[in-house]
């Protein structure tokens, strides 16, 4: 069994106040190439289709010229919403679209949508769980003790339907510990939004959206991260498409093989350091597509250039972002930086440091302790 695996498409994005819809459109036409090319047998979209709850129309044109060509490719297409859709929305008219092959999970309440499909190994089933967060999950199962988003994430899983002489395929949107975040990814104080690996040890394969990095979980855990770069934090991530193929055997243990096909943007996203005079230089990149890219330049001269940015777009059509790194700047940084740290809870102060030592956020059960030592030392609460 051969799946695509795509997630964060955020349909309708603006980076920068650059609208992205063009290069969506573009890169979307690759991911369909792709899909053509790998004779998949099912695709799958793990959340954030769109970027705002309340897409644009241009987003939501594009969204549906992207899964009528699936349709016309009779291909099933599984497709869950994500923490920036609206599940409601996402999910309008679900029944009938389910009737082209287009599967999309619906607002979640205590059941999880499953579907199954078959090979030569036999049957594989496509559970749909939606991002959830604990209110979700404690409005469906009252008499369930959910204090965090990993005991969410637990007694959804529970009480999913789960037949494990088949093989199993999770899709969902989580934030998983361990995984490497992204600036144009949104964050919680202390890791709150953790999930812990150990719930999904039950499938065969956990397709994963919410992250924007491509990257492993341990073996059979994966995010595919956006098919384009959503920050200048992502200028040099290898964007890609992850296929899937599924063998033989179930209960967790089925062959597993994942590999990655290359997205190669229209318009690529870089990032330029120099002086002005440097960087004015048509010669310093000739050959190269920085007139059409989206750049982020810093300028090094001690003094301010007037109108860098309008005279650097004589060079560079498409800069985003434009900043300096000089003397005056770094001192300015380090003296903003002191204001901001007197500005700061001590509770934040400290999760800040914890991440910074551990390379994960805290825990929800660390972030709750750490608010009570806080109020016991600070406020005089007990």
């Not at 967790?252 to 990032?271: F, K, N, Y």
Request: aromatic share 8%; with cysteine; charged share 25%.
């Amino acid at each position: 069994m051969k799946l695509v695996h795509l997630s964060d498409l955020h349909l309708g994005k603006q980076v920068n106040e650059f609208p992205m819809i063009e290069e969506q459109k573009y890169i979307l036409a690759e991911i369909i190439r792709i899909i053509d090319e790998s004779r998949a047998d099912a695709v799958i979209v793990a959340g954030d289709i769109y970027d705002k709850s309340v897409p644009a129309v241009e987003a939501v044109r594009l969204l549906g010229d992207f899964l009528q060509e699936l349709a016309a490719r009779k291909l099933p297409v599984f497709i869950i919403s994500g923490n920036h859709d609206s599940a409601e929305r996402l999910a309008f008219a679900s029944s009938l679209i389910d009737m082209s092959g287009i599967h999309i999970s619906p607002v979640y309440d205590g059941q999880v949508s499953s579907f199954s499909l078959e090979d030569e190994y036999g049957i594989v089933d496509i559970h749909l769980l939606p991002f959830i967060k604990p209110v979700h999950v404690r409005r469906a199962f009252q008499d369930e003790k959910i204090n965090s988003y990993n005991d969410a994430l637990k007694v959804a899983i529970e009480h999913m339907d789960i037949n494990m002489e088949h093989r199993n395929v999770l899709v969902t949107h989580q934030f998983v510990t361990g995984a490497s975040r992204s600036d144009s990814e949104e964050k919680t104080v202390g890791g709150t939004d953790n999930v812990d690996a150990a719930a999904f040890e039950s499938f065969d394969y956990v397709a994963l959206g919410h992250i924007h990095r491509p990257q492993n979980i341990g073996e059979r855990i994966r995010y595919c991260g956006t098919p384009l770069k959503y920050s200048f934090s992502e200028a040099n991530h290898n964007k890609s498409v992850t296929i899937v193929e599924l063998g033989e055997g179930a209960g967790g243990e089925c062959s597993l093989t994942l590999s990655t096909e290359e997205l190669v943007p229209e318009h690529d996203m870089v990032e330029l350091r120099g002086t002005y005079e440097q960087l004015m230089d048509r010669n310093t990149y000739e050959g190269t597509s920085l007139e059409s890219d989206y750049v982020h330049i810093t300028l090094t001269d001690e003094e301010d250039v007037i109108n860098a940015m309008g005279r650097l777009q004589s060079v560079y059509r498409n800069i985003m972002k434009l900043d300096y790194d000089n003397i005056r700047t770094r001192t300015e940084s380090t003296v903003r930086a002191a204001q901001d740290l007197k500005k700061k809870k001590p509770a934040n102060l400290f999760a800040e440091l914890y991440e910074m030592q551990n390379g994960v956020p805290m825990s929800e059960e660390q972030s709750v302790l750490l608010d009570k030592l806080v109020k016991s030392i600070w406020e005089g609460e007990e």
